[in-house]
């Protein structure tokens, strides 16, 4: 099989040596296991700059999907309201699973480059006084901006509510002081800026609000207070745990330390994505978002200003030159998206937009 880099937003490219860890058929009852598994959420918990006195985290087989679900159906109970606000298709999700749920549910939604105000979420809360949850994504992964969670979060705690945070795409890529954001639950997984591979998702909770939470869950699997309980005692997961993947992703978190901790990463991911824009805007490829709520994990852009021009071509042509971009999802406008997470370094981003230009300079040949 033909290797090629993902500039995805997860799955993304794994280092060989995490890749190796999956290896290993290992056991999941024994001290060594279950020793493994309460170091990567305690190892979480710091690289959230979050204490045990407060936090927990919570490891739940499934994607990502499947850990705001578990949030969801376990924290809002049938008396209760959430609020969510979306920017692009992973807030909508919130409200799908909302509905899914039977949960009682407002979906106020922004276009997806503009980010949720702050102002008019303090004035929804003032009005209504029935909302109880206010849910919310960091990075809008759909587009790739990066949304304003500590103006949001302090309207939020201001009033009294439960703060559900979607990290997903962010957590360990940007830096995140959930002691100064303080939400109840924050929601990443094992296959973004962890540089992980795909299996479960990971719930940092504040534990007194995680404590009331027991009974409500709809959902046998994704009850996360039942999940904490039998975690929490010595690691050992409730239901089958997915080994290789957590053992890939232990080796994921060393070599998370080892390239100095996420301010370091992110200052990787920083330049990635620097070099990307600057040397697609010299050739007129313009971003979706603006420079100002532009995140340092994903760009959307506008496609060359081509009547000729096929995504589809493109793809092909960039994949067997050994990556593999991401169709646009922004429904108002022709867009593609290049992540740069991942182990993606600056001479991937410089290799990519030489093939880029060598497909623009080949399509402006043809025509
Ligand atoms: C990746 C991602 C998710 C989860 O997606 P899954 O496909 O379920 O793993 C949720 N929210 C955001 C912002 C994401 O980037």
């Known amino acids: 099989m033909k290797q090629y880099k993902l500039l995805t937003p997860g799955p993304l490219t794994t280092t060989e040596s995490v890749k190796k860890e999956m290896m290993v058929d290992h056991c999941t009852w024994d001290d060594d296991y279950k020793n493994i598994t309460q170091k990567i959420r305690r190892e979480l918990l710091e690289i959230g700059h979050v204490s045990e006195d407060e936090y927990t985290t919570v490891l739940m087989q499934g994607s990502g999907s499947a850990g705001v679900e578990a949030v969801f159906t376990t924290s809002i109970k049938d008396k209760d309201k959430v609020l969510i606000l979306a920017n692009g298709a992973y807030g909508e999700r919130m409200a799908e699973i909302?509905?899914?749920?039977?949960?009682n549910y407002i979906l106020k939604q922004w276009n997806y480059d503009q980010v949720p105000d702050a102002k008019e979420v303090e004035e929804i809360l003032d009005a209504d006084k029935d909302i109880t949850h206010v849910s919310m994504v960091h990075c809008e992964t759909t587009s790739g901006i990066l949304n304003d969670i500590e103006a949001v979060g302090k309207v939020v705690h201001d009033a009294g509510k439960i703060f559900i945070l979607d990290a997903m795409s962010s957590f360990g890529g940007v830096d995140i002081p959930l002691d100064q954001l303080r939400p109840d639950f924050m929601i990443s997984s094992a296959n973004k800026c962890i540089q992980g591979v795909p299996g479960f998702s990971f719930i940092i909770c504040n534990t007194e609000v995680l404590k009331l939470c027991k009974g409500n869950s709809r959902s046998l699997s994704l009850d996360l207070y039942a999940q904490w309980e039998t975690m929490n005692i010595d690691g050992k997961w409730r239901f089958t745990s997915p080994t290789h993947v957590v053992l890939a992703f232990a080796k994921a978190m060393e070599e998370l330390k080892e390239e100095g901790g996420v301010r370091k990463r992110e200052q990787r991911y920083r330049k990635n994505n620097e070099i990307l824009i600057g040397r697609m805007k010299e050739m007129g490829i313009k971003t979706y978002i603006d420079e100002e709520h532009q995140s340092p994990i994903i760009t959307t852009f506008f496609y060359p200003e081509s009547h000729e021009f096929s995504f589809e071509d493109m793809y092909y042509f960039i994949k067997e030159r050994g990556y593999a971009i991401y169709p646009?999802?922004?429904?108002?406008?022709?867009?593609?998206?290049?992540?740069?997470?991942?182990?993606?370094?600056?001479q991937d981003m410089e290799k990519l937009c030489d093939i880029f230009q060598e497909f623009i300079t080949d399509m402006t040949k043809e025509n």
Do not use: Q
């Not at 909302?98 to 949960?103: E, H, V």
């Open 328 to 346: 646009g999802k922004v429904t108002s406008a022709d867009t593609f998206r290049i992540g740069n997470i991942g182990d993606i370094h600056p």
């Open 98 to 103: 909302a509905r899914y749920a039977g949960l």
